[in-house]
């Protein structure tokens, strides 16, 4: 079986925030049927079209598609997760800044 390839790989945050490339149906389906998070109706629908992209019942474009999305409604989409992490971070470093003017001034 050939690998049935994405034009564009699709860049998705996992385990501890490391950034993992998915380049095609079977990367993104191992990655959907290792998921840890909360198994949805959507989560069963996209695996679904992935077991039938990998039978040749649809074309790699439409599985890439579906799994931007789910990506996206998990917030693990590459750029979306890295501005929310990032987001976080700047919140985490004021509260610590303001804390510790608290901490020399009091």
């Known amino acids: 079986m050939t690998p049935k390839r994405f034009t564009r790989p699709i860049k998705v945050i996992v385990e501890l925030g490391f950034a993992h ?3 095609s149906v079977m990367d993104a389906y ?3 049927d290792e998921w840890v998070g ?3 109706p959507t989560h069963a629908a996209t695996l679904a079209l992935f077991r039938s992209a990998l039978a040749d019942d649809k074309d ?3 599985a890439r ?3 931007e999305a789910f990506a996206r409604s998990r917030g693990i989409l590459g ?3 890295i501005e929310s992490f990032g987001g976080a971070a700047e919140d985490w470093m004021t509260a610590y800044d303001r804390r510790s003017d608290a901490v020399v001034d009091g």
Do not use: P
């Open 65 to 67: 598609l579906a799994f």
């Open 21 to 23: 490339e998915v380049s």
């Open 30 to 32: 191992q990655l959907l």
């Open 38 to 40: 909360v198994r949805s």
């Open 79 to 81: 750029q979306d997760a």
């Open 60 to 62: 790699a474009e439409t």
